[in-house]
Structure formats: C-alpha cells, structure tokens
C-alpha cells in the first residue's frame, strides 16, 4: 500500500494545498500548531479510520468554510491505483467516491488504501475509558476483516432500538414490551456472542505480539498481559439478557454485552493503567498499534503504510530507536516538532509545514 499524493481543500488549517510522498519515509516538520498532524489526519481518513484523534467529522472542516475535500491516490491491494475522494459537509451527508465510484458509508473505505495511526492519543488505550479499548479492538477486526465493520454498527443500532424501548417501557415489561424486547434481546445476543468470539479470538492471535512488541520497545523484562474482560459470564448472551431483565428494565439500559466489555492490561502483573509509568503506557499502546498492524499483514496480504504522529517525542532515545528498528517495512509517514530528529531517523524526503503552507524537498 502507498499514499502518492494528498490534496486538500479547507481540511482543518488548510485553505488549498497539494502534496506528494516519498515510497520510503517521509518527514513532515514543522513548529507546533502549524498542521502537521492535520496532514497525516486527511491521510488517515482517506485510509477509512476516521480522525485518529478522535474528532467528529465537522472539526475537520476548516472553520467558516461549508465544506471540505481530501483526494488522496496511491496504490492499493496488488499495487494496483486508487483514488479516493472525500467531501465533508456541515449540513448534508459526506461525499465519498473509490476511483470515481460513489461508496455509501465510511466504513467502504476501509481497506482500500489501509494505514495504520500512531498517535499521541493512542495512550488513552491503556489509560483511558473501556470504550477506547472496545474501538480499537472494533477498528482492529474492520482492518483485518473489512466486513466485520458491520458487527458494531449493527450492535449500535440494535442497542439504540432496544435502550429506546427500555425507556418507553417506564420500569414494566407489559405484554406488547415483553414481546417487542424479545425480538431486540434475540438480534442482540446474535450479534453479541458473535462480536465477543471474534474480540477474544482477535486477540488471542495477537497477544503474543502484542508481548514481544512491548518487550523490544521497552528493553524491559517485564511481560505486558492483555485479557478479555466479559460483561456476562461463559454462556450465550440471551441467558444474560434474560436474567437482567428486570435490571434492564429498572435502569432502562443495556447492562451486559459487548458494549460493557473490556481489555485488561497488564505489565508485570500490576494493571497498566494505574500502575505502569508514561514511558511504559506510551510503549504498551504502541506494541497494540503494532500487533493490529502485523495481523492485517498476515491475514490480507498488505503492508499499510504506517502513519507515526510525533511518536518520538516522548521515548527515551533507546526506545525511539528500538521503535524505528520494530517498525514493518514499507512507506512511512512521520511528523515531529522536534529540531532534531533521533540520529536513526534518516527521511527520503521531508516536508515543512508552517503558516497554513507545504513545501517539500529531500
Ligand atoms: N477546523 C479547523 N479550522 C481551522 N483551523 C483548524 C481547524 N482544526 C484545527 N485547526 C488549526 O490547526 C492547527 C493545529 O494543527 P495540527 O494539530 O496539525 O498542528 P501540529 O503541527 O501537528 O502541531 P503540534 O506540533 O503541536 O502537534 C491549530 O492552529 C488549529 O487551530
Ligand atoms: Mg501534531
């Protein structure tokens, strides 16, 4: 997979601007606030991932503006060309076309042209809500399996549908409500035990990659350990529902499925998130970023091109090289604010960003 050339038109700070990448690695340098993240973000939405900092669809639109455009090419599966296209309104659904081809949601996009983000962000994996853990593992199946991007949007909207319910229900499941919540109780647990199996599954193949990563990145001995954590217990997730009803009704929400799930991290056996240092959460959430990253490489046959947002920042100079020295080949994308880049950082090409402007050279 390669990204070739990026255009942009009122995508964040950026008015209009055009730029190309190398096939090897790319350094995007600038002072802080001047875009740079903003670039690898359009790279990394092209890509299928959203914003990998988390923000909506709208924060991307350059303030002011109604609308804002990403035309990313490249080379996709089989090195064959792409073309994506993104419009994003403020007030109509976004526009999103795959070699001229009109695709309907976002989640088309994936795999297309695949990437895999690094971010500053990404520390929240192991220090923030379960929720982050539940996205990453949701976008870790998408990536290696474009079609299991359907699992959590079916289960959002079973959920919305049934949440809904539960509040109308006031408390008291009466004949209609019994029968209607059945209905929603039988998609639910469908898509619930499925997405759990393949979550656990998922991350059974990953953990050993997940440990490895995070032994050669920290230089440590400690082992990191990751574990499933269910809402309900071994059975199906009907005999759950069933017997929180009551509890369901009472509180009108959803209390157990695969929306209360959770991964539990660990190094050295104490827990990750309350326990490991910044240096040790910040190369734990790489090593996650990594194993998702070698498993789409095993089981589709590409190499995403790896999208590193000011990763180096905040690793001791050992670990920043032990990163650059772990990361899979192919093209690469970087940014740093930083003067200096680590002496095993040696870009084919670099791009200088700075007052809403890019200008490229090697
Ligand atoms: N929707 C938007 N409209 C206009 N400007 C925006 C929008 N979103 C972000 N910006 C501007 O983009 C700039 C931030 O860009 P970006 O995050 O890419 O900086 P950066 O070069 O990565 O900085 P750092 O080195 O601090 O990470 C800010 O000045 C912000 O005000
Ligand atoms: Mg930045």
Redesign the pocket.
């Given at each position: 997979m390669r990204v070739c050339s990026l255009s942009l038109r009122d995508f964040?700070?950026y008015t209009e601007i055009e730029v190309d990448f190398s096939a090897g690695l790319t350094a995007i340098v600038?002072?802080?606030?001047?875009?740079?993240?903003?670039?690898l973000?359009a790279v990394g939405f092209a890509a299928g991932l959203g914003s990998f900092r988390g923000a909506g669809d709208t924060?991307?639109?350059?303030?002011g503006e109604p609308s804002a455009v990403i035309r990313c090419s490249g080379l996709g599966a089989g090195e064959r060309d792409v073309l994506i296209e993104v419009e994003l309104a403020r007030t109509r659904p976004n526009r999103m076309k795959v070699n001229q081809q009109p695709v309907a949601r976002r989640r088309d996009l994936i795999g297309v042209l695949s990437a895999t983000a690094f971010s500053p962000e990404d520390l929240e994996l192991v220090k923030g809500e379960p929720a982050l853990r539940r996205r990453w593992m949701d976008d870790a199946l998408a990536a290696v399996r474009p079609s299991w991007a359907a699992l959590r949007s079916d289960l959002d909207r079973i959920l919305r549908q049934r949440n809904t319910l539960l509040r109308q229900a006031q408390g008291r499941a009466s004949g209609d409500v019994a029968v209607t919540l059945d209905v929603w109780d039988a998609k639910l647990a469908a898509v619930g035990d499925e997405l759990r199996e393949r979550r656990r599954d998922l991350l059974a193949a990953m953990e050993p990659e997940i440990r490895r990563h995070y032994r050669h990145i920290s230089q440590d001995h400690d082992d990191a350990d990751v574990v499933y954590v269910s809402s309900w217990d071994e059975g199906a997730l009907a005999d759950a529902l069933a017997a929180t009803r009551t509890e369901d009704l009472r509180r009108s929400t959803s209390t157990v499925g695969p929306h209360r799930d959770d991964v539990a991290l660990k190094i050295g056996g104490l827990p990750a998130r309350s326990h490991a240092s910044q240096g040790e959460q910040r190369s734990l959430a790489l090593a996650l970023r990594l194993a998702v990253d070698g498993e789409v490489r095993a089981r589709r046959g590409v190499a995403p091109v790896l999208l590193l947002?000011?990763v180096f920042s905040e690793l001791d100079a050992g670990r920043a090289a032990a990163l650059l020295e772990t990361l899979p080949p192919g093209q690469r994308i970087l940014?740093t604010?930083s003067p200096v880049l680590p002496a095993s950082v040696r870009p084919d090409e670099l791009i200088r960003?700075g007052d809403g402007t890019v200008s490229s050279g090697p």
């Open positions: 964040r700070s600038g002072p802080n606030g001047q875009g740079k993240t903003n670039l973000e924060a991307l639109i350059r303030d947002d000011d940014t604010a960003v």
